[in-house]
């Protein structure tokens, strides 16, 4: 340890007990903050504390706290605190520091022993300086000149290196100018070095634990991430949701928080929370990880691994080319000198060659007219009406000749079956499979050793296709049944997938569009009615969109004519 000389000066009794008095209730405050570090899930807080009670136990006016980068082998400022000069930086101050890491070896790759926090990382000696101005071995010229362009006076250090269980050097904590009771600056004593380098080893600690917790957290979240990319792999459209989602879902949260009347008053959320909730969502669709991809993709009716419609045009290529035959063999009954016998064609030898034609004509009409009804019907929509379900029926019935020559209907019971879906481009079990996701979500988080606050991710996420009227899947819960946030997770699901512009079937609805279909979901039972008021009132849909939504899907929105807004 580098230590200045400090001169003896004799105490009487009275003194001895006040300073064994202070002493003591130093002791207790350490053994306070001890406990409240270990307390604390906040990095940036947990670290502002330490400097903070750094500063308090040895009476400093100045604290700064390092931590190390092994990779850079540097020092970071991390928090800056100055009381003199009203500086707080770094931690949750919302201020940066402005200073580059101090590093720990110099251009010729030797250690830097010249900066007093360097020397402290690199031995892991505590340095006590009495007066940097006079003191020797240390480069103090960036503290000099801080003090020249602020008018502050640097004059004693105390830097102590903090070392955690493993005893590795972590960072360093450096106190600047230790008061006495009359507010003069005095040089830090023995017992304020030893109190401070206590405190750096419950700190070190703590921070070390609140690091691995937070790598722990990020590895989690990476996680994750991986299942999701898996998804996208399979599914870019699915992989777009699941980005989403999680993001409208915090924002409806976020809002639904800020509510201070009504049914949602008392909802709140802390960080824990937050977080708890921010793992549901993007881990609300990882069962679709199971999900073929070709139900996941499938862009029209007909889709499998390629869309059969041009199968069926081939089809109607083949009825216009018999059509075309029929059409000169009875035009051969009407000229039999000049064209090979043939089969006669309704009018027979009596016909008219000019009605004939135009049957023929009428007859190309109607078959490029059904090609593009089908066409059509393939792409799929909200809802296909009874007498277009008949016409597909209707065509389903022509017959034609396939390559071997065999005579078959026109669409197989599987087209027919498609073609006629009434909603969507998923067939009933299609839509069964796509459905079972959300079991396989339960199933897979259910499964993992969850801790205490992340215990609810299953329930949130598993609970975002149920409806308050208790006819949602897979459990048939009911509103009373379902927490706050799974029922905003379902409010979130829904809007996305209405204003998802990436979909392989359908294009992104305005947000008018989107709203009034959500509007009729809250009056249906289908979604919560309080958090869907929320959602319009704090206009989260608005945030949303300008973050996600096309120019053209913005639309200016009366929420007046939204089916069950209730301001």
């Known amino acids: 340890m580098k230590t200045g000389k400090v001169n003896a000066h004799p105490v009487d009794a009275h003194v001895q007990r006040a300073e064994m008095e202070g002493l003591l209730n ?103 300086i009495p007066d940097a101005y006079i003191a020797e071995g240390f480069d103090f010229s960036g503290t000099k000149k801080f003090d020249a362009k602020t008018g502050y006076h640097s004059r004693s250090f ?31 004593s023995q017992d304020d070095q030893k109190l401070l380098e206590s405190l750096t080893s419950q700190a070190a600690i703590a921070v070390r634990n609140q690091r691995l917790i937070q790598h722990l957290e990020e590895l989690f979240e990476a996680f994750i991430q991986l299942i999701n990319t898996a998804i996208d792999d399979k599914s870019p459209y699915t992989g777009g949701h699941c980005a989403r989602v999680p993001v409208l879902t915090m924002m409806l949260a976020e809002a639904a928080s800020r509510t201070a009347a009504g049914p949602l008053k008392d909802f709140s959320l802390t960080d824990q929370d937050r977080y708890e909730l921010k793992m549901a969502g993007l881990l609300h669709d990882c069962g679709k990880i199971t999900t073929p991809v070709h139900v996941v993709d499938k862009a029209t009716k007909l889709h499998t691994l390629f869309d059969r419609i041009h199968l069926i045009d081939t089809r109607f290529e083949v009825l216009k080319r018999d059509a075309e035959i029929e059409m000169l063999h009875a035009l051969h009954e009407l000229h039999p000198s000049s064209s090979p016998v043939g089969a006669g064609m309704g009018r027979g030898k009596s016909g008219d060659e000019a009605a004939v034609r135009a049957q023929y004509a009428a007859r190309l009409r109607q078959l490029d007219d059904d090609r593009e009804f089908l066409r059509n019907s393939n792409i799929g929509g909200e809802k296909m009406s009874d007498p277009d379900v008949e016409r597909v029926q209707r065509i389903a019935r022509y017959r034609w000749r ?22 969507g481009t998923l067939t009933a079990a299609e839509r069964e499979i796509i459905n079972h996701h959300i079991v396989v979500t339960i199933k897979m988080l259910e499964s993992l050793p969850w801790p205490k606050h992340l215990k ?5 996420a598993g609970g975002h296709h149920e409806r308050m009227d208790g006819k949602g899947y897979p459990r048939g819960l009911t509103r009373e049944q379902m927490s706050v946030q799974a029922r905003l997770m379902g409010i ?54 300008r973050k996600f939504l096309a120019p053209e899907q913005i639309d200016a929105v009366d929420e007046t004519r939204i089916p069950g807004y209730s301001p």
């Open 26 to 128: 130093r002791l207790a405050d350490l053994n306070a903050i001890g406990a409240s570090l270990s307390s604390e899930r906040n990095l940036g807080k947990l670290l502002e504390s330490i400097v903070g009670a750094a500063m308090k136990i040895t009476r400093a006016d100045a604290g700064t706290l390092y931590l190390l980068d092994a990779e850079k082998q540097a020092l970071t400022f991390e928090i800056l605190h100055n009381r003199s000069l009203g500086i707080r930086m770094g931690g949750t101050s919302g201020v940066a520091i402005p200073f580059y890491p101090i590093h720990l070896t110099g251009k010729d790759g030797r250690p830097n022993h010249a900066m007093v926090v360097s020397h402290a990382a690199l031995s892991g000696e505590t340095v006590n």
């Open 492 to 545: 979130a699901d829904i809007f996305e997938a209405l204003t998802a512009k990436d979909r392989p079937y359908k294009e992104g609805k305005t947000l008018t569009e989107s709203l009034t279909i959500l509007g009729k979901f809250k009056e249906n039972g289908h979604i919560d009615p309080d958090l869907f008021d929320v959602f319009i009132r704090e206009k989260v849909y608005l945030d949303y969109a």
């Open 158 to 188: 105390l830097a102590v290196p903090m070392r955690d269980h493993e005893h590795e050097v972590i960072g360093v904590v450096q106190l600047i100018n230790a008061l006495d009771a009359t507010g003069k600056v005095r040089q830090f």
């Open 402 to 423: 396939n390559a071997a020559g065999v005579e078959a209907d026109f669409l197989s019971a599987d087209e027919l079956e498609n073609l006629t879906i009434r909603a």
């Open 456 to 460: 609810r991710v299953p329930e949130y």
